[in-house]
């Protein structure tokens, strides 16, 4: 479940803490589904690893300047994530460095 954005979350968003990102696939139906949007913390990962069940933005592998929203599904002790879709008929699994990741998806905007 990703909680809708509350009057906390919308404040980060309006300081610049929070980034907004539109869903464009359907990798991750049905939690999210094409034109959604979520807010996401940028700097969730400065000192903390991500854990298993968490839903991040990072970018995609093979298309530069394309992001992508996955969930955690194993961080590997080698400085690894691995990550995939809701959806597993309409989602491909990646494999990135850690350091990869842009944020942790914090809730649905609005």
Known sequence: MLPPTGLL???RWLLRRRKRY???GNSMRP????????????NAYRGRAPLVGE??????PH?????II????????DGYVHLRGDNPD????????VQAL??????RFP
């Open 9 to 11: 979350e919308l404040l």
């Open 102 to 107: 842009l944020a942790r998806v914090t809730s």
């Open 31 to 42: 939690l999210l589904v094409p034109g959604d949007e979520v807010l996401a913390d940028p």
């Open 70 to 77: 996955k969930r955690v599904a194993a961080v590997h002790p």
């Open 90 to 97: 309409e989602s491909t699994d990646y494999t990135l460095p």
């Open 22 to 24: 539109r869903v464009t």
């Open 55 to 60: 839903i991040v933005v990072a970018p995609h």
């Open 63 to 67: 298309t530069p300047g394309l992001k």
